[in-house]
């Protein structure tokens, strides 16, 4: 990259976000009233997979104070992200404990609810099937009956019809029989992973209106709100134009939890049914634990052939994620498994098979890292138990394999701006590996992560300079807390050159702020940050020229820096950006900037959920920890993290991204698990599902390296997404070093170390 | 201008806000709830000049209910948007009966009616002045004693120091004196307007919220949210950023009222002092009527040297407009009440001398055709009277002398685009001048029409074309009622190449529609129009491109048709543009456009309030009356209407305006009058102030005149301003030809008719 001269970005500065929720002022979802109001409340099922035999709502319509009741009879459509296999309420069957049934809007969520108790349904129950292995075998009862005749939104979507198998992702490379057979070793072993809860401190929430004219407004705290649009407009056969999805200002957590038609879908329904009235509803944790997504459970299969050197020949993958009743974003989970299914190393022979499988339970969807911190889990905590095997180090095992810029990725690609080594490096350097001394029973490990990044989507901003020169940027990314409104602002005030305090964004709004994919997968810094610098670059330029004239030197001689024009050379030669407009425009004069950045994809890629990425998420991390032999507890001393942000646009952020993400991954692998009984969540309050608090985060040393990316602004790629993944099987790779024990199915309580030492001791 | 093939530009197209309207949906503001809301009134003053002593507003604020009050004390701001002469509340003194004193916030309006009884006021009287002409003159009270320190929006406003004359608008070419040296005939008149209310079904409104951290909210239904956002900015010393000005959904009347801060006034003053707190104030209708705006009564002084064959010489004319108690938009009426001033004829020799004069009563200010319903009452009537004192007729008399494009303007510019004459012969071809037989006691007459229009302000668009191929177009023209939703659609439409019904535009909201100057002056079809066509272009051709692979030819040869892109010459090659899209994208795609439009300026104008206009406001009408010798009621049989409207975009809205200006005219000429003692309205009510209701429309005649302009959209220019014009000197130019009396102060009621018959049958 070209030494460029920042002033903002590669700053930490103060989130634009900070003082209205260090005051208590931020607008949160549940703070929005819209005139004419009501509340809805849903009546979910209690079965995991039932015929709806008949639902008579009539006395519940009769409750004074209630507005109306839907069933799925009333709302006869369809959504999906990858495939369209969701009704707005459940009709005909219902396919999980939880799946709404019927809504009730009421004056107020009293009578809403009191309504629900006057609903009678009556079921038939059906056989269900909740192991994602199982769901595959023949035999198994059928969750959806006709997955090969549904809509998919993209042809690589593929189901295999009269199976649960709603997606089957595939990757080969090379001949993997013949590598096992070349092999010295062979190694195999399955690993698995529960259901994980997001635990966002906000719960999901919507407003919907729907008028006669099938004009549909919602209200909610979506973190995409185009794509809600377009998943919206499609369903009900409206053209976008008249759907408005309006983000609340603020949204109190995502992690991917925030995206499709959630808290929306039931609240369109009863709004499709009771129209002219805005409807609200707003989950309990309850339903948030038991009716919106997880993480997919995984059984991980890895058949792993290597030299004597433990040069890698040959890896089998077979990743089986249990989708829960509906496909929701499971395809592109399992896809995104499965291309980074057997780890960021080159391996000459390769068979991955990516299953993502309906089952009779949640959905599974979108979190932090998705796919990642399963198959992570899998080929980590593989690679240690080679390089114990083979007696070799773990650090220098990943270094020797581990991809540089220009190999060849096992999707096709050569890779470019492959920071992963780097990361590596840093923990090593940092942790002191292999020369500290550690205490007894401690142990140290490492784990590298690897994961595709959404491509190729596109991004889209507007940018307005007001008449005294500041800025209003209208962009769709949607601050969920990561603090992408702090990053997009510190991207257009460098660009234009004015102060931080000069530019604000307002929350998206799809009636004005322009297309953006979604806030997912760490692809806003990078393809949003592309976009408002595109929009704010163009917005220069037209003020370079008008400034031209009255400075008097042409604008390739001229920048603009705290908000003046000046001759670069001279940078007393100035003109305050207010002061170019109203000298060409009097007292009407603005610039107006717009940016549109898709990211160019290779000849023969395809547009839709290629394999091609425009950039990997990379990171590794390492993990000391102290094993309390009597007890089992696992203590965390400390977590070195370094993952890749091409360019740290706002330091601080980087790191807090990464502390964030190593608390969750630490939850991840010592004590979070939505555990199930058949159907049934038996833990869905923070009372029983064990999520770390901020008292339980370990020690974190955070480090954002910058491997720049040539295309990312500022070099910048994203780096939030994973910064979960690799904490599960650094830590578990630790364990084994402290007490040497393998644990291969997360999460790693204090009864599994203390049956594995048991089991240890006994041999 | 090039023909066109036009597919919906030209045409009648159904207003995009007639079914709302229709169906009773439109929102406006008083129907915006917004959570925590509280309810402000306002305590006026009771005299119209006046000191205050004291104001005790200890017992209000003990009011259960009661928030908070605030006086001016707490709100040491001034605003307005030509001086800064305005406090947002009455501060040291009052200047008119009516001006607002002290707010109260109440939960309720009941309660802060109440509370307004518990406020005591004291106040000392002092002399008022309510003649303008008076108010020139020496002694006359001083209304503000610092006018000639004010902060000046511009430097051509031009207050008289020491005076009641806030502007004094100077226009002089050739040497008048020696013109009327060489005339054969001289002729002074002096010709009188009152005060008209607006009259608009929908009072003014505004709710404004005021955080801690001085972001100011205000929701209004003013018609310029730019402008009020500017105003509002300057005046608390804040970034444009913390301002935002969101515009109700539908505006439910203008007609020049809703400019400026009115009720936003009074809602920001209270909202300074009650933080956090969203506050609405919705003025009753007799606040509408004295303590809003209305139209500036005026005195013209018109003496005017002739040949004995009509041809004009010399022309010297004084002009006093009553602004009231502050200047308001009063400079800029005057301004353009003296560009005008001598009607647009040609004159060698002119003296024209417009004041706008500071008087003890409610503002006056924007009110269609500002400056205009004076000056051409004024010209258009002695116009007649030079006609028949010379046996001329008088349309051969304008014929002879009307500008014509290439005419040098009285304000030195080069006229193009004039097409006046065009409206003359119109009028008087559809009205048989002088060859349909009229009947007793009734009459024909003519008048034409000249103003100037706001030139040059700046108006900025965005247009997002989404994925289905609809667009959403971000604009910040206010729908008021005139149709400019509509015509910003249809010329999106037209200009993209999609049908009416993909194109949607939201109402305005500062902090996403982009600048525009304001939604005045009918400026909106021409200077809107052109920056939502240079966004469609912009946008377009990025289509264009995009599909030019797709289509196998050069984006030169491509054009879009019915919402597909379509090789010209093979409509049957052919891709809608959400397949252009999705084939370049992928699920992803967008393409962004944006426009602003400045119109151009001749080398050495200046960019503030120049004389220079873009384009005239011209139209001729002809009425034919019938006068009752009896009653003195004049009876208008028919009125024909003939407005330039360069291209009319959708011809239904451009007759629609003519019909409504026509209408308000007649108000004018024979009805209208907000009525004073002293300081105070008589008539504040509409059972007393006699506006003409829909049964009291005349027959009309309209006729919308496409002379070209070549800067326009499509040729066109604006039309619904100044429609109202005309109308009042051609019923008096009638009413002379019908019964042979010269009525010269408006309104002509029947007592000033019987006078009149009276005095002429008693000479």
């Known amino acids: 990259m070209p030494t460029e001269q920042l002033d903002i970005v590669g700053t930490s500065s103060i989130r634009v976000d900070a003082r209205d929720k260090v005051m208590g002022k931020a607008i949160y979802i549940d703070d929005i009233q819209v005139p004419g109001m009501l509340h809805g409340k849903v009546l979910r099922s209690r079965y995991p997979h039932a015929r709806i035999v008949r639902i008579d709502t009539s006395r519940a319509e009769k409750l004074p104070g209630v507005l109306g009741v839907v069933t799925g009879a009333d709302v006869p459509f369809i959504h999906g992200e990858s495939l369209l296999d969701e009704p707005f309420l459940a009709r005909d069957k219902v396919r999980y404990t939880g799946e709404g049934v019927a809504?009730?809007?009421?004056?107020?969520?009293?009578?809403?609810?009191?309504?629900?108790?006057?609903?009678?349904?009556?079921?038939?129950?059906?056989?269900?099937?909740?192991?994602?292995?199982?769901?595959?075998?023949?035999?198994?009862?059928?969750?959806?009956?006709?997955?090969?005749?549904?809509t998919r939104a993209a042809s690589n979507i593929k189901p295999i019809p009269g199976t649960n198998i709603c997606n089957h992702f595939q990757l080969k490379t090379g001949d993997v029989e013949k590598g096992f057979a070349e092999s010295d070793y062979i190694f195999e072993d399955t690993f698995t992973t529960p259901m994980q809860a997001h635990c966002c401190i906000e719960t999901h929430g919507a407003i919907a209106l729907v008028d006669d004219e099938t004009n549909i407004t919602v209200w909610a705290n979506n973190d995409s709100p185009h794509r809600?649009?377009?998943?919206?407009?499609?369903?009900?056969?409206?053209?976008?134009?008249?759907?408005?999805?309006?983000?609340?200002?603020?949204?109190?957590?995502?992690?991917?939890?925030?995206?499709?038609?959630?808290?929306?879908?039931?609240?369109?329904?009863?709004?499709?049914?009771?129209?002219?009235?805005?409807?609200?509803?707003?989950?309990?944790?309850?339903?948030?634990?038991?009716?919106?997504?997880?993480?997919?459970?995984?059984?991980?299969?890895?058949?792993?052939?290597?030299?004597?050197?433990?040069?890698?020949?040959?890896?089998?993958?077979?990743?089986?994620l249990a989708t829960g009743a509906y496909a929701e974003k499971g395809p592109t989970v399992s896809t995104f498994a499965g291309i980074s299914g057997a780890g960021p190393y080159r391996i000459p022979n390769l068979s991955i098979d990516s299953y993502c499988v309906y089952t009779n339970r949640q959905l599974a969807g979108a979190f932090r890292g998705y796919g990642g911190p399963q198959t992570a889990w899998a080929y980590e905590s593989q690679m240690d138990i080679i390089a114990h095997k083979l007696g070799l180090d773990p650090v220098e095992l990943r270094l020797r394999q581990v991809y540089v810029d220009g190999d060849r990725h096992a999707n096709g690609q050569i890779l470019k701006s492959e920071g992963l080594?780097?990361?590596?490096?840093?923990?090593?350097?940092?942790?002191?590996?292999?020369?500290?001394?550690?205490?007894?029973?401690?142990?140290?490990?490492?784990?590298?992560?690897?994961?595709?990044?959404?491509?190729?989507?596109?991004?889209?901003?507007?940018?307005?300079?007001?008449?005294?020169?500041t800025v209003d940027v209208l962009s769709s990314t949607t601050e969920v807390g990561q603090g992408s409104a702090t990053i997009v602002c510190q991207i257009v005030a460098e660009e234009l050159g004015v102060p931080m305090a000069s530019v604000r964004k307002a929350a998206p709004d799809t009636a004005f702020t322009p297309y953006d994919a979604s806030t997912t997968s760490s692809r806003s810094t990078f393809h949003m940050g592309n976009a408002v610098k595109m929009a704010a670059a163009d917005a220069k330029q037209q003020l370079l020229a008008l400034a031209s004239k009255l400075l008097k030197a042409s604008p390739d001689d001229l920048t603009i820096t705290q908000g003046k024009v000046h001759v670069k050379a001279m940078p007393e030669r100035a003109l305050p950006i207010s002061k170019v407009l109203s000298e060409n425009y009097g007292a009407s004069g603005t610039v107006l900037g717009?940016?549109?950045?898709?990211?160019?994809?290779?000849?023969?890629?395809?547009?839709?959920?290629?394999?091609?990425?425009?950039?990997?998420?990379?990171?590794?991390?390492?993990?000391?920890?102290?094993?309390?032999?009597?007890?089992?507890?696992?203590?965390?001393?400390?977590?070195?993290?370094?993952?890749?942000?091409?360019?740290?646009?706002?330091?601080?952020?980087?790191?807090?991204?990464?502390?964030?993400?190593?608390?969750?991954?630490?939850?991840?692998?010592?004590?979070?698990?939505?555990?199930?009984?058949?159907?049934?969540?038996?833990?869905?309050?923070?009372?029983?599902?064990?999520?770390?608090?901020?008292?339980?985060?370990?020690?974190?040393?955070?480090?954002?390296?910058?491997?720049?990316?040539?295309?990312?602004?500022?070099?910048?790629?994203?780096?939030?997404?994973?910064?979960?993944?690799?904490?599960?099987?650094?830590?578990?790779?630790?364990?084994?070093?402290?007490?040497?024990?393998?644990?291969?199915?997360?999460?790693?309580?204090?009864?599994?170390?203390?049956?594995?030492?048991?089991?240890?001791?006994?041999?």
């Open 228 to 320: 809600a649009r377009k998943e919206i407009a499609s369903a009900f056969k409206v053209p976008m134009t008249k759907v408005r999805v309006i983000i609340a200002p603020y949204v109190g957590g995502n992690f991917g939890g925030k995206g499709g038609l959630k808290a929306e879908a039931v609240a369109l329904a009863i709004a499709w049914k009771v129209r002219n009235r805005p409807i609200k509803i707003m989950y309990t944790r309850e339903e948030e634990f038991c009716s919106t997504i997880g993480r997919h459970p995984s059984v991980v299969r890895m058949k792993t052939g290597v030299k004597q050197d433990g040069t890698f020949v040959a890896r089998a993958v077979k990743i089986y």
């Open 103 to 150: 809504v009730v809007a009421a004056v107020d969520v009293a009578t809403a609810e009191h309504a629900l108790e006057l609903i009678r349904v009556e079921y038939k129950e059906l056989p269900a099937v909740f192991d994602p292995v199982e769901a595959t075998e023949p035999g198994a009862p059928l969750i959806h009956e006709n997955v090969g005749t549904y």
């Open 594 to 763: 717009r940016g549109y950045y898709y990211p160019e994809m290779p000849e023969g890629e395809s547009n839709y959920f290629s394999r091609y990425m425009v950039f990997w998420l990379l990171g590794a991390q390492g993990a000391e920890v102290e094993v309390n032999r009597e007890t089992g507890e696992v203590k965390i001393l400390k977590i070195y993290a370094a993952h890749d942000a091409g360019k740290a646009i706002n330091p601080m952020t980087c790191l807090d991204q990464i502390r964030g993400g190593v608390t969750l991954g630490a939850g991840f692998a010592l004590s979070e698990n939505l555990m199930f009984k058949g159907g049934t969540v038996l833990n869905p309050s923070f009372l029983s599902y064990p999520v770390p608090s901020a008292l339980d985060a370990p020690e974190i040393e955070p480090m954002a390296v910058e491997y720049a990316h040539p295309d990312g602004p500022y070099g910048a790629k994203g780096i939030g997404e994973t910064t979960n993944v690799p904490t599960p099987p650094a830590i578990a790779n630790a364990i084994y070093n402290a007490v040497g024990i393998r644990i291969k199915d997360l999460p790693i309580t204090p009864d599994k170390v203390l049956a594995a030492l048991k089991r240890k001791d006994e041999r």
């Open 421 to 469: 080594r780097d990361c590596l490096v840093q923990v090593a350097e940092s942790m002191e590996w292999n020369s500290k001394p550690l205490g007894k029973n401690q142990g140290r490990g490492v784990a590298l992560m690897e994961r595709a990044i959404k491509t190729p989507f596109g991004s889209a901003a507007f940018v307005k300079v007001n008449e005294d020169g």
